[in-house]
């Protein structure tokens, strides 16, 4: 019985695991296969060794790439995070109307992205509302999407307003988890608000606060819609993170081994992110 239990278990399994082994593991291990190539898809590979690898240490492009990938991460990751938490707590205490505020703070992650990015880049433009309220202001029209000082910060923006509603969804079912007897030791003791918030709920948030970084940095580095969709990298490659760059290289350049190459970095890159997020709830659980 038990062992038939196993089979249909097995059998059951199956299709979910060759799915995964189609079109995950494989294209992974190919990509591997083929940055060790020079490969334009219109004849056979041809093998270079470790020289893609090589060149990465001086390609100006992928290296302006890496860092135009860490300062959209690290500048969207600390404004969402802080902004993220403290909406979820804001909503953790409206009692009543809480639902409707989690409603519609939730429902920009629920849009689709091409579609929000597409509104934006109305927004954005140079006869656009963001401009006209500047204009009310008496201020003078930004190029947001054409001048590769503002450009970079137009991208920043839009990903708080769409990334903070998902994250505080996320902060908000750590706050209505946590432990009340911490909080009634903590009023009886005459702590004030921000020693509460201090002492008590940051310390007893952390699990959740390491998760939302994780997350938060893991889905920075595997932006690509909102780039593509508003600036195509540019101008002048202020934009192009890495995933632009991998998809310019395959599909524009025809250099696939290039792309494989860029395309395990920043693999790689998740990677680790992903291992630390395992670490980080081992150690919450050994606690």
Avoid: C
């Avoid at 290296?63 to 990751?77: A, H, M, P, R």
């Avoid at 809480?98 to 849009?111: K, Q």
């Avoid at 947001?144 to 996320?170: K, V």
């Amino acid at each position: 019985m038990e062992g038939m239990r196993q089979r249909w278990a097995f059998y059951l399994l199956l299709p979910t695991v060759l799915l995964l082994a189609i079109f995950q593991l494989y294209p992974v291990l190919y990509a591997f296969y083929i940055s060790f190539h020079t490969y334009d898809m219109m004849s056979p590979p041809v093998f270079v060794g470790l020289g893609n690898y090589l060149r990465l240490f001086s390609d100006t492009q992928f290296l302006n790439s890496l860092w135009v990938t860490f300062f959209y991460v690290f500048w969207t990751i600390v404004p969402v995070i802080i902004l993220s938490f403290f909406l979820a707590l804001a909503i953790s205490r409206a009692g009543s109307l809480g639902g409707v505020w989690r409603l519609l703070i939730y429902l920009p992650s629920v849009l689709p992205f091409v579609s929000v990015a597409l509104v934006w880049k109305l927004l954005y433009n140079q006869r656009g509302p963001v401009n006209d309220i500047l204009g009310e202001l008496g201020m003078q029209a930004i190029p947001w999407l054409t001048n590769s000082t503002w450009a970079p910060w137009a991208l920043i923006g839009m990903s708080w307003w769409h990334a903070t509603s998902y994250y505080t969804i996320i902060f908000l079912a750590g706050f209505l988890f946590l432990p009340k007897d911490p909080f009634e030791a903590a009023i009886i003791d005459g702590a004030s608000r921000w020693q509460t918030l201090r002492l008590v709920t940051i310390p007893l948030m952390k699990p959740t606060i390491a998760l939302v970084v994780v997350l938060a940095t893991v889905n920075g580095l595997k932006a690509f819609v909102f780039q593509q969709v508003l600036t195509d990298g540019g101008p002048a490659n202020a934009t192009q993170i890495l995933t632009i760059l991998i998809y310019k290289s395959a599909f524009g350049y025809m250099e696939m081994g290039r792309a494989s190459t860029y395309s395990i970095v920043l693999f790689t890159l998740v990677m680790l992110i992903s291992l630390i997020q395992i670490w980080l709830i081992q150690e919450r659980r050994n606690a």
